[in-house]
């Protein structure tokens, strides 16, 4: 047993120095390495410590999501969550929303479908936070149509963030329509009614032919629809959709709060807990881009152009969120790592297996 435990606490040293190694690789390390260097560490741990914080309150979050399917302890829902979010800091594509649901499924015996459904409901109380906070807090920012950053192959401005930010309200809309009418049960036989008259269309072919598509086609198909009804089972319970409101806004409080104890210890950023709200939520937006893992060099050039917009020095504005990209996401992708080992997750097996369901035509 100490044998095993020894091989599988090297294996994760060594997989966790490669992922930050592929996570950094296209990082100005020289850069960051200067800033780092002038900075007050005092605030570094209290902002590393609130932000891990904020994904413990994740857990929780997602734990009464999936209460309405299977009840599971706080540790069972913090291992998945963090392993999927290690995923997306050093895989592309963001895996670790399939990864999620994958490990539920292994761990929990929940259905896959079901898992997902409830990621993706948590994916909607983020997105809709993220909108009403940009919404309170940019409103008021004055954004000249002609600034813009550029940082790599990224050039960010107002109009690249207002498509964004419209993507996403338009997207937030469709997905909370969706679910509405798909939780509604006349619905939902509708649904199912039609999908079970598709064999008819098949009038040319004989009896056994329209079965074989009946079984094993349409059931199958309703089945996973029954799943995915069963994930978003959260909207038959308002008290639980206002809970997980107030935890979506514990959590992104935190993580402002995590981006201003830090700015309190660099140089050259001296902004309030609104502002600095104000430059997490543009990030936010910005890295909802295809990006490389990490959303490395996205992330900047959106904290670049957040910040300039409060008249922070490029220079400054570089070093800081370099930095505080790193405290952000170093800690994820260790807990990740350490999660994966508790579980015994074969993280390569898993991405493999999540690239598999993202693009199945391949």
Known sequence: MKKNMTISLIGGVLLSAGALYFAFKNVPIAELLNYLVSI????????VLVGLFSFMLRAVRWQIILESTRRISFWRAFHPLM??????CVLPGRLGEVARPMILQKEEKVPFTIGLATVVAE????????????ILTAGALKIDPDQYVAFGTY????????????????LAAVLIAGIALFSIGKVRDLIYSIILLTPSLFFFAGKRFKAAVRNKICQPVINILKNIAQGFALIRYPKKIFL?????????GLQACSYFLFSLGSPGIHLTYLEITTVMVIICI???????????????AGGVFALSLFGISAKDAA??????????VIPVILIGFVSAM????NIRRLSLEGKEFKDPGM
Not at 83 to 88: K, R
Not at 319 to 328: D, K
């Open 286 to 300: 910005f890295i909802s881009l295809p990006s490389v893992p990490g959303w490395w060099g996205l992330w900047e």
């Open 155 to 170: 050039q960010l401005n107002q109009e690249t963030l207002q498509t964004v930010f419209d993507t996403m309200l338009k």
């Open 319 to 328: 070093g800081f969120t370099l930095a505080n990209h790193a405290i952000q």
């Open 342 to 345: 508790i579980l015994s997750v």
């Open 244 to 252: 997980c409101a107030g935890y979506s806004v514990l959590i992104w």
């Open 40 to 47: 007050n560490y005092f605030w570094v741990l209290p902002a």
């Open 123 to 134: 994916r909607i109380f983020d997105i809709c936070l993220l909108i009403l906070l940009f």
């Open 83 to 88: 392993i999927g979010f290690m995923i997306n």
